[in-house]
């Protein structure tokens, strides 16, 4: 007994870990010719995991999709990131992409590699930074008679430094927690000190060029602190990019499900004497959103239109038809309950028989005689696959 148990949990992790991966398509990357899966369509409407090969030197790899044709200056759809462990020295990777590709659709993808810094480039890294804040804060503050001052106000000041940063940082990666935020409002506060520092250092006798230096090495103080923090930890940089522009997803053909069912229609009446008819339908659906991206509720709707097989005949003995066709049709919505089972609920155009005349290739139509009556019906559902979709 002991033994079933055990190979029916080992079958379910099984069942488990292959319905996880079940998930992911693996596409191959091949960085030298820029293209995916030797040249072949990426899938469309499911997770990817992307492979390739890189040098073990390389620490970290970012994939980044956008829209074909779109600047990079913008955000991108989405962006996956590959970090090397530890004790991986492999020539391999494999990166989870979890962002669905839509089909018949092109987009542009930027493969970024980075490896670390070494000591001497990070060193020379941090002091380029402190040497640009110096000059701008040497641009910024100013010795006057009374003291010193900021040309800009101090938030001002703060975001141009923290702009600084940035863009002399843009080909660089930290560690997730030391990456630059922007410089704290403590070198804020500082900035806006300046009145009390002149105060302080001027009942001291300090003169103002003097003053101004010992001012801005206070606040460089500050920031190399701060710096200091974010260069503790690796460092990477930009080894190499590679772009791959307008690739192109598979050709998804469209869904459109045929329903054969039987339905109810209300007629007439109040609910202790209900006057209705019901006939076996059929119909088409078409789907108000993907399965691959929208919630379940929506996946599961659509709007149906289609006609009934046979006219309806009401308490009074009338049978009731439809306008022009001669048969009563219907629109409205369905909702699968089960995969292959639609619920539909909707309108039905219905007119006496006689109340229209159809002949001679024209069609007469007594728009007086025509009624909506309502509708529910049970269905079962066919997908049909039309490859009518044009690439966007």
């Given at each position: 007994m002991n033994k079933i148990k055990l190979y029916a949990h080992i079958l379910l992790l099984l069942l488990v870990h292959t319905a996880a991966y079940a998930q992911f398509e693996v596409v191959a990357f091949d960085m030298q010719n820029a293209y995916f899966n030797n040249g072949q369509e990426l899938p469309a409407d499911s997770k990817l995991i992307i492979t390739g090969e890189t040098s073990p030197d390389?620490?970290?790899?970012?994939?980044?999709?956008?829209?074909?044709?779109?600047?990079?200056?913008?955000?991108?759809?989405?962006?996956?990131?590959?970090?090397?462990?530890?004790n991986d020295a492999s020539h391999s990777y494999r990166i989870p992409f979890n962002y669905k590709l839509r089909g018949n659709t092109d987009y542009d993808f930027v493969f970024t590699f980075y490896r670390s810094v070494t000591?001497?480039?990070?060193?020379?890294?941090?002091?380029?930074?402190?040497e640009a804040i110096d000059s701008y804060l040497t641009y910024s503050i100013k010795a006057k008679d009374t003291g010193i001052r900021l040309v800009k106000p101090a938030r001002v000041v703060l975001n141009d430094m923290n702009a600084l940063v940035t863009d002399g940082l843009k080909h660089y990666e930290f560690a997730e927690q030391a990456r630059f935020e922007g410089f704290s409002d403590i070198v804020l506060e500082?900035?806006?000190?300046?009145?009390?520092?002149?105060?302080?250092?001027?009942?001291?006798?300090?003169?103002?060029?003097?003053?101004?230096?010992?001012?801005?090495?206070?606040?460089?103080?500050?920031?190399?602190?701060?710096?200091?923090?974010?260069?503790?930890?690796?460092?990477?940089?930009?080894?190499?990019?590679?772009?791959?522009?307008?690739?192109?997803?598979?050709?998804?053909?469209?869904?459109?499900?045929?329903?054969?069912?039987?339905g109810g229609v209300f007629l007439d009446?109040?609910?202790?004497?209900?006057?209705?008819?019901?006939?076996?339908?059929?119909?088409?659906?078409?789907?108000?959103?993907?399965?691959?991206?929208?919630?379940?509720?929506?996946?599961?709707?659509?709007?149906?239109?289609?006609?009934?097989?046979?006219n309806f005949t009401d308490d009074s003995g009338n049978e009731l038809t439809g306008p022009i066709f001669g048969r009563p049709y219907f629109l409205g919505v369905g909702y699968n309950i089960f995969r292959f089972v639609k619920i539909n609920a909707g309108a039905t155009a219905v007119e006496k028989v006689g109340s229209s005349t159809v002949g001679d290739g024209s069609a007469g139509v007594n728009v007086n005689a025509i009624k909506l009556k309502p509708f529910v019906g049970l269905s079962a559902e066919i997908d049909l696959w039309l490859g009518l979709r044009e690439k966007r």
């Open positions: 390389i620490k970290m790899i970012k994939v980044e999709v956008y829209k074909a044709r779109s600047s990079k200056e913008q955000a991108s759809l989405y962006q996956a990131i590959w970090r090397r462990t530890p000591p001497e480039e990070k060193q020379a890294l941090k002091a380029a930074l402190m500082a900035l806006k000190r300046s009145d009390d520092f002149s105060s302080l250092h001027t009942a001291a006798g300090t003169e103002a060029p003097n003053l101004l230096q010992s001012y801005i090495a206070n606040i460089n103080s500050l920031i190399d602190k701060e710096l200091s923090y974010m260069f503790n930890g690796e460092v990477m940089v930009v080894a190499e990019k590679r772009e791959v522009s307008e690739y192109s997803t598979e050709r998804t053909p469209r869904a459109l499900a045929l329903n054969v069912g039987y009446g109040e609910l202790e004497n209900v006057n209705y008819d019901a006939a076996p339908y059929v119909g088409l659906s078409f789907p108000l959103a993907n399965r691959a991206y929208a919630s379940r509720f929506w996946s599961n709707a659509s709007i149906s239109v289609g006609v009934f097989t046979k």
